[in-house]
Every structure is written in C-alpha cells, then in structure tokens.
T-cell receptor, first 116, second 109 residues
Framework: NAGVTQTPKFRVLKTGQSMTLLCAQD?????MYWYRQDPGMGLRLIHY???????AKGEVPDGYNVSRLKKQNFLLGLESAAPSQTSVYFC???????????????FGSGTRLTVV | EDQVTQSPEALRLQEGESSSLNCSYT??????LFWYRQDPGKGPEFLFT???AGEEKEKERLKATLTKKESFLHITAPKPEDSATYLC??????????FGTGTQLKVEL
C-alpha cells in the first residue's frame, strides 16, 4: 500500500531550467493537491484538482502549471525556474464525500528543490 | 479568508513533563480541524480530525480538543519519540485545508 508517491525526492535546477514533479496515488482519491513548504511560512497551496481533467489555482500559483490527465497522477511543472521557487514540495490527496472528510489529506514524502 | 495561528513556535519538554499546544483559528463554516505530525524530511502524517466544539479525540499520549475559536493538543507524559513538528489545519467551505506554521516539539531525556 504505497499511498502517495512523489518523484524525484531531490533536485537541483539552474535558473531558467524547467522540470516536472510527479505525484501518484493508489487510493482512488478524487482530490489532489500541490503544496510548498518554506520555513516560517507553513504549507501553502499551489494548485489543486477535484478530479481527472480538472485543475484550479491555489494560494501561490504563479510560476507553476499542473495537469491531471489520469485520476491517479498529478503533475507539477516549473517552466522557468527561479531561486524563489527553492522549497520543499508536497503532494497530497483526499477522497470526496458529501459533507465532511474524516481523514483529511494523505501526503507524500516531499521533493526538495533547489534553484541556483 | 481562513487563518490558523499556532503557539508556541517551539517547545522543549523533559520526558514525562505534560504540556499543551495551541491552535487558534478563524474560518467561515468550519467543516473540520486537523492535527498532523511531521518528522524532519517527511510529509505530514494525519493524527486527528475534530468537527465540532466540545469534541475530543485521543491517541496514545495525545489528546486533541476543540472549542469555537481554538484547538489544543495535549501531550501527557511525553517521550523523546514524540519529538516532531505538529501542524494544525482547518477546512472551511471548500475542500482545501489552511495550515498553521506548526509547533516544533523537542522532548529530552
């Protein structure tokens, strides 16, 4: 039972380079999310998806794009990396149900990205 | 806009010394308040969900409580393995969580 798997775990990019972070979940969850975590800032939502083929902007979407072509995968892209995007990125998923979600989110183990 | 404030930012306890972590929140239509534990280099791990004022949940040495304005995470007789960052989050009208910045707990022998 893998849960939420993120690849890669670590990456160093040069300013202006592009890359894609992959998130895969095997729990058949409808909702998927990308967060970034910075010291003193907490977890901030970048983009999220409420189902296959749908995406929406979160709190800090600028400089990022996402795609959800398959229900189990959620990709986060950086088209032209900037040093301000140095952060730890977490993917999470949750299931949809009318009313309350009893378990909140299941998180991946994170991708540590450094942009130099 | 939903907001979550956690205090203290850092807490150092001796093994067996009980204490509480605070999570104050403002949210439009609370659907759930969540506590997570995060170990260094790992993703947050779910601990509890609370839905309404007066609700309490327990797991081993941890007990979470909820009022209309705040939640407490009580740690009874902590052990070194309880050292971690504890995150609080609220879910409002949508299905998105708003997180606090966490309390970094260190339990020493």
């Amino acid at each position: 039972n893998a849960g939420v798997t993120q690849t890669p775990k670590f990456r160093v990019l040069k300013t202006g380079q592009s890359m894609t972070l992959l998130c895969a979940q095997d729990m058949n969850h409808e909702y998927m999310y990308w967060y970034r975590q910075d010291p003193g800032m907490g977890l901030r939502l970048i983009h999220y998806s409420v189902g296959e083929g749908t995406t929406a902007k979160g709190e800090v979407p600028d400089g990022y794009n996402v795609s959800r072509l398959k229900k189990q995968n959620f990709l986060l892209g950086l088209e032209s990396a900037a040093p301000s995007q140095t952060s730890v990125y977490f993917c999470a998923s949750s299931y949809w149900r009318t009313g309350l979600s009893p378990g909140g989110y299941t998180f991946g183990s994170g991708t540590r990205l450094t942009v130099v | 806009e939903d907001q979550v404030t956690q205090s203290p930012e850092a807490l150092r306890l001796q093994e067996g010394e009980s204490s509480s972590l605070n999570c104050s929140y403002t949210v439009s239509g609370l659907r759930g308040l969540f506590w997570y534990r995060q170990d260094p280099g790992k993703g947050p791990e779910f601990l509890f969900t609370l839905y309404s004022a007066g609700e309490e949940k327990e797991k081993e040495r941890l007990k979470a409580t909820l009022t209309k304005k705040e939640s407490f995470l009580h740690i009874t007789a902590p052990k070194p393995e309880d050292s971690a960052t504890y995150l609080c989050a609220v879910q409002g009208g949508g299905n998105k969580l708003t997180f606090g910045t966490g309390t970094q707990l260190k339990v020493e022998l």
